[in-house]
Structures are given as C-alpha cells and as structure tokens.
C-alpha cells in the first residue's frame, strides 16, 4: 500500500518536449505539494494545493502547470522543456488546516532533459 | 524569509560512532522543525520532528531538541550504523504565517565506514 506514488519513476526527454508526471495519495490529505531537487540535492516547493485550490506558486516559469483533478491527486505538466529542466521532482502530502504540516513524499520522478 | 542552514558535509563516521549534525533556522512564528533523511535513490523520509520549544523528537535511535533559545535542532545518535548513511535534511513550517511548505536545508550527507 503505497501511500504518495508517483509515476512515471524515470522520464528521459528532448528539449522542446511537453511531459507530465502524476502524483496520488491514498492518505486522505487535503494538501499536496510539488518540490524541485536540484542535482546538488537542495529541494526547494514549486507549488501546493489545498482542496483542490492553489495556494502555493513559487517563483517557477509558467511552462509549469499543476492540476490537481481532486483532493488525492496533483499532476505536473511541463511545456517546452529545458536542459534545466533535468532534476527529480517530488510529490508531498500533509493533512489538516493546522497543526505542523508534517508532509508524506512520493519516491520521486527523475526527469533528464536530453 | 524562513531559513534553515545545516553544516556541510560529507560527514564521514566510523561505525558505533556518535553522530552530530547541527541545523540552526531563521523564522517569524511559530515553526515546527522537522528531520527527513534521503537513502541513495528513494524519496524522503520523516525521522522526526518537534513542533514546540524543549519538544524532543526521537526514531530510531535520532534525537533532537527544539531549542528556541539558540534557534537549533540538531540531530544527534549515540553509535552510528553503516545503514544510516544517507543524506539527512533539516526543515521547517510555520504555523505562524500560514506557511504549509517545507523549507530544507541544503542537507548533509553522512558515509559511515565499517
């Protein structure tokens, strides 16, 4: 029982290619989370819905679209993707209005940009 | 902004040895400190965490304490095994300003030797 999947685990890609990666969560949290980490390990948020709702949109380019369909799933869509692009992308859940946000992480999708 | 800053690594331990990683944060609020550690390959994991001043979180043989006082949460394990090398990430939220998301550290790599 998987509790935050991800799929796919690896995407190997050329620039200019539009992707995406699918996240589900089978804890009944109400918010869900991407985060970028980098090729020196550093992770930083991208985004975050709440219900649904957007609450969290970091400083990220508009090539990246999430869409979160309902509460247990959040995709990432990727357009015109860069070499920069290359890195593993995260996928998070936490639950409750309150309270410390204690997140659950998928295993990661690994996206090389060729 | 929230901050946390970690000690650089690698940190290289023999087995059985004690182990000190120190995390210090910058917040406004009320953050809850958190400890994630990363095996090669896989996603990340919580170890524990504290989400008030003196709280101590422990797993697996971690501890840390929330210290208010000197804005640290350091994680500390008494003897070190070779399956604990992996690389270890403090983090904060931030009940206080709403802020659901993680904010890492640049997170410190521990390699023990047998």
């Known amino acids: 029982d998987t509790a935050v999947s991800q799929t796919p685990k690896y995407l190997v890609t050329q620039m200019g290619n539009d992707k995406s990666i699918k996240c589900e969560q089978n804890l009944g949290h109400d918010t869900m989370y991407w985060y970028k980490q980098d090729s020196k390990k550093f992770l930083k948020i991208m985004f975050s819905y709440n219900n649904k709702e957007l609450i969290i949109n970091e400083t990220v380019p508009n090539r990246f679209s999430p869409k979160s369909p309902d509460k247990a799933h959040l995709n990432l869509h990727i357009n015109s993707l860069e070499l920069g692009d290359s890195a593993v992308y995260f996928c998070?859940?936490?639950?409750?209005?309150?309270?410390?946000?204690?997140?659950?992480f998928g295993p990661g999708t690994r996206l090389t940009v060729t | 902004g929230d901050s946390v800053t970690q000690m650089e690594g690698p940190v290289t331990l023999s087995e059985e040895a004690f182990l000190t990683i120190n995390c210090t944060y910058t917040a406004t609020g009320y953050p809850s400190l958190f400890w994630y550690v990363q095996y090669p390959g896989e996603g990340l994991q919580l170890l524990l965490k504290?989400?008030?001043?003196?709280d101590k979180g422990s797993n697996k043989g971690f501890e840390a304490t929330y210290r208010k006082e000197t804005t640290s949460f350091h994680l500390e394990k008494g003897s070190v095994q070779v399956s604990d090398s992996a690389v270890y990430f403090c983090?904060?939220?931030?009940?206080?300003?709403?802020?659901?998301?993680?904010?890492f550290g640049s997170g410190t790599r521990l390699q023990v030797q047998p």
């Open positions: 504290a989400t008030k001043a003196d």
């Open positions: 998070a859940s936490s639950s409750g209005a309150s309270g410390p946000y204690e997140q659950y």
């Open positions: 983090a904060l939220t931030n009940q206080g300003t709403g802020r659901r998301a993680l904010t």
